[in-house]
């Protein structure tokens, strides 16, 4: 039987703090509101010849310099079918129907996703992810990561086998 490792990542400092609005049922937007989002990785491959999965070190910086782009921000999809995401002047406009949103460039993250949603954000943070760990010469056999935005409802994304 094979061994199976895995190294998970779920400290506080993943944490951020972060405005949004997503829409849902179709014309639905919700008010914007904040969450503090609470991140956690599972990162998943065979031990290596220091006979660990990943520096821990390494991963734990790669996921704070993720999170900490994230903090204290407003996040705004650019692929939303009905959100439209401009920017100019040194601002960010968002419309949705009728409602419109203005802010300073600077305080917004622009995400490539359809939506704001926990799970979607586990996405684009474990894109994220395995392309920092990419460039440390690692590719893990799975990664799944999870962001929870009340505590205990958690959005998550899997990567691999």
């Known amino acids: 039987m094979d061994n199976t490792y895995r190294v998970r990542l779920d400290k506080n400092e993943f944490t951020f703090c972060a405005a949004h609005f997503i829409t849902y049922a ?39 310099t993720i999170t900490r782009a994230l903090d204290h921000r407003v996040i705004l999809p650019t692929s939303h079918p009905t959100i439209q995401v401009r920017q100019s002047d040194g601002e960010i406009t968002a419309h949705f129907e009728e409602r419109r949103w203005v802010f300073p460039a600077s305080d917004c993250v622009l995400l490539p996703v359809a939506n704001t949603t926990a799970e979607l954000l586990a996405h684009y943070i474990g894109q994220q992810l395995l392309a920092k760990l990419a460039e440390q010469g690692f590719t893990p056999t799975s990664l799944e990561v999870a962001v929870d935005e009340c505590q205990g409802q958690q959005g998550v994304c899997r990567w691999g086998s």
């Open 26 to 64: 179709g014309d639905i937007c919700e008010p914007l509101h904040g969450h503090n989002y609470g991140v956690s990785a599972e990162i998943v491959g065979p031990l290596d010849e220091n006979q660990y999965v990943v520096d821990f070190i390494a991963a734990r910086d790669a996921l704070l």
